[in-house]
């Protein structure tokens, strides 16, 4: 599966974005998707994953209750609501795929990934 994140962008702390990941290829629906998040002084981390499924789904505790994740598998598309967006939020988020299986915080699980995409928040 190839997938390709979107949305990103230069918003102001308080102000909200979606970011989408589009899957291309067949059996979408039977991939776990993750989000993670990279800075140039961090290492990546994990944001959001929802199961395959779509029966669950994980947050980081960083953005718990800010974040949302869905999936609509009719449009092979998992999506990311970022509400109340603080400057610590800015990153280049990745979503990644790994099938049939749960929702992992470890990178290294996920085979397939897309090219990133640049969220700036400014205070």
């Known amino acids: 599966v190839q997938l390709q994140a979107s949305g990103g962008g230069l918003v102001q702390a308080g102000d909200s974005l979606r970011l989408s990941c589009a899957a291309s290829g067949r059996s979408f629906s039977q991939y776990t998707v993750g989000w993670f998040r990279q800075t140039p002084t961090k290492e990546r981390e994990f944001v959001a994953g929802i199961r395959w499924s779509g029966s669950s789904t994980d947050y980081a505790d960083s953005v718990k209750g800010r974040f949302t994740i869905s999936r609509d598998n009719a449009k092979n598309t998992v999506y990311l609501q970022m509400n109340s967006l603080k400057p610590e939020d800015t990153a280049v988020y990745y979503c990644?795929?790994?099938?049939?299986?749960?929702?992992?915080?470890?990178?290294?699980?996920?085979?397939?990934w897309g090219q990133g995409t640049l969220v700036t928040v400014s205070s």
């Open positions: 990644a795929a790994r099938g049939f299986a749960g929702i992992s915080y470890t990178e290294q699980v996920y085979p397939f």
